[in-house]
């Protein structure tokens, strides 16, 4: 089956504990996106990837890394987390930069930091 | 700065009758536009788009209008059932191969009562 996995699906955890919440794609998508999504704010672009190892800043970039070292992973890491980053996070990918609107989303990661 | 907002935050509609989601834009350069669907506990999931060449686009029960002019699009769900109840989100692009970059509105709840 089609699909983006994310892991994991909810988190708690204190500041400054850093964490790693995983992506993984089984579609061969070259483009990959991290969004979060907060109330009154929609989805938020953090980080995108066009392909292994080409990464680039979204939207609200500041406390979070990735890296794109194989084409189906696209982990999103957070060093430092702090409370305001205690969101819903959503995975995506799709085929390539010119299909848009093929945009698959994983099933997002709850994410509370205190 | 939200470029793309959706003013309403929630619509409740009877059952067979029609619900019309409103999006509005702001940048100029938005020229490509999407409508996602989004479950709870579950990701968003693409539902219809258009390109900034049309005014409208249609499949099956849903269609998307957009008026240039007035830098604002909306969704008809004709006819509603009880199964589309979820949250929509609209998006913009800024060309159609621009698939790095998608701005989401803030999304609205829609509710259709049996």
């Known amino acids: 089956e089609a699909q983006v996995t994310q892991n994991p699906r909810y988190l708690i955890t204190v500041t400054g504990k850093k964490l790693t919440v995983t992506c993984s794609q089984n579609?061969?998508?070259?483009?990959m996106s991290w969004y979060r999504q907060d109330p009154g704010l929609g989805l938020r672009q953090i980080y995108y990837?066009?392909?292994?190892?080409?990464?680039d800043k979204g939207d609200v970039p500041e406390g979070y890394k990735v890296s794109r070292k194989e084409k189906r992973n696209f982990p999103l890491i957070l060093e430092s987390p702090s409370p305001n980053q205690t969101s819903l996070y959503f995975c995506?990918?799709?085929?390539?930069?010119?299909?848009?609107?093929?945009?698959?989303f994983g099933p997002g990661t709850r994410l509370t930091v205190l | 700065d939200q470029q793309v907002k959706q003013n309403s935050p929630s619509l409740s509609v009877q059952e067979g009758r029609i619900s019309i989601l409103n999006c509005d834009y702001t940048n100029s350069m938005f020229d490509y536009f999407l409508w996602y669907k989004k479950y709870p506990a579950e990701g968003p999931t693409f539902l219809i788009s258009?390109?900034?060449?049309?005014d409208k686009n249609e499949d099956g029960r849903f269609t998307v209008f957009l008026n240039k002019s007035a830098k604002h699009l909306s969704l008809h769900i004709v006819p509603s059932q009880p199964g589309d109840s979820a949250v929509y989100f609209c998006a913009a692009s800024a060309g159609e191969t621009s698939g790095s970059r998608l701005t989401f509105g803030e999304g609205t709840q829609l509710t259709v009562n049996p």
């Open positions: 579609m061969n998508h070259e483009y």
């Open positions: 258009i390109s900034s060449i049309k």
């Open positions: 990837s066009m392909n292994v190892e080409v990464t």
């Open positions: 995506a990918s799709s085929p390539s930069r010119d299909y848009i609107n093929e945009q698959f």
